[in-house]
Nanobody
């Protein structure tokens, strides 16, 4: 019933920009905290950013000033705007919904390379 579907990943050059989207269904989106995590090759899944139902945002230190998380409750969708990307940002990015329990999307690949 609950579905989270990420989109917008792909290949981007260093210094470029990309916007990821996560469309949700089957759950109350507006009352939930949403977040993005990423997993690079050979590394554990790590926190990227989160946004509460009240639009309070938190970012990992390496993302501050470069990434922006936002949400559109009318569309039940959360976004991650990625700017000034670096090769170290290469990873699979996962969308998460956190309420009574956690739900995860399938992930979308972001590759930063020249």
């Amino acid at each position: 019933q609950v579905q989270l579907v990420e989109s917008g990943g792909g290949l981007v050059q260093p210094g470029g920009s990309l916007r990821l989207s996560c469309a949700t269904s089957g759950i109350s989106f507006s009352s939930a905290t949403m977040g993005w995590h990423r997993q690079a090759p050979g590394k554990e899944r790590a926190f990227v950013a989160s946004i509460t139902s009240g639009n309070v945002t938190i970012y990992a230190d390496s993302m501050k000033g470069r990434f922006t998380i936002s949400r559109d409750n009318a569309k039940s969708t959360v976004y991650l705007e990625m700017n000034s990307v670096k090769p170290e940002d290469t990873a699979v990015y996962y969308c998460g919904l956190f309420g009574g329990r956690a739900y995860w999307g399938q992930g979308t690949q972001v590759t930063v390379s020249s």
